[in-house]
T-cell receptor, first 111, second 117 residues
């Protein structure tokens, strides 16, 4: 079956850099997505990696290593508003339209 | 980016009643929509895949007679929680892929918080 593992919590200070790791196990792999969710809100799409390497979008970057079944989300110049849950996700291994989410990492940004 | 709306945002109902939640794609057509349930501090659990013009596909363990899904048009899917009970209280979120050929980018509705008394 499919599984994704990510740390349950990460704490960092404003202005710092934090990396949220995600390892996955799936027989059919199409790419790794990342979503952000603030308390009480809906998830919002952050990034998607289909190929190995680093994708940069402003303060957020996402990395993928297909050979290691591993990816990470890198958040730079942390701001208080970055405090949220971050989910990695993969497409259903059958190649269907379903998205499987990791358990989520709660990021706490301290002043 | 693509916008998905949900209505209502919050609903409180008595046990035994039915509640309908609407999910609309506002600026694109969605032949497929997804319904998730999320309990506090937990991940999103896929309940069912809503398909325009055909029956929904339910995940294992989700009662199709309890959670009725109708995808009446290319921009609207509805989830009806029938005979709701307190254990159905949760955050229900719909999503739709911007591109029907790839679901790697999902756009989520704002969610509906259901409280069953």
């Amino acid at each position: 079956g499919q599984s994704l593992e990510q740390p349950s919590e990460v704490t960092a200070v404003e202005g710092a850099i934090v990396q949220i790791n995600c390892t996955y196990q799936t027989s059919g792999f199409y790419g790794l997505s990342w979503y952000q969710q603030h308390d009480g809100g809906a998830p919002t799409f952050l990034s998607y990696n289909a190929l190995d390497g680093l994708e940069e979008t402003g303060r957020f970057s996402s990395f993928l290593s297909r050979s290691d079944s591993y990816g990470y989300l890198l958040l730079q110049e942390l701001q208080m508003k970055d405090s949220a849950s971050y989910f990695c996700a993969v497409r259903d291994e059958d190649g269907g339209f379903k998205t499987i989410f990791g358990a989520g990492t709660r990021l706490f940004v301290k002043a | 980016g693509a916008v998905v709306s949900q209505h209502p945002s919050r609903v409180i109902c008595k046990s035994g009643t039915s509640v309908k939640i609407e999910c609309r794609s506002l600026d694109f057509q969605a032949t497929t929509m997804f319904w998730y349930r999320q309990f506090p501090k937990q991940s999103l659990m896929l309940m069912a895949t809503s398909n325009e013009g055909s029956k929904a596909t339910y995940e294992q363990g989700v009662e199709k007679d309890k959670f009725l899904i109708n995808h009446a048009s290319l921009t609207l899917s509805t989830l009806t929680v029938t005979s709701a009970h307190p254990e159905d209280s949760s955050f229900y979120i719909c999503s739709a892929p911007r591109d029907s050929s790839s679901t790697d980018t999902q756009y989520f509705g704002p969610g509906t918080r259901l409280t069953v008394l």
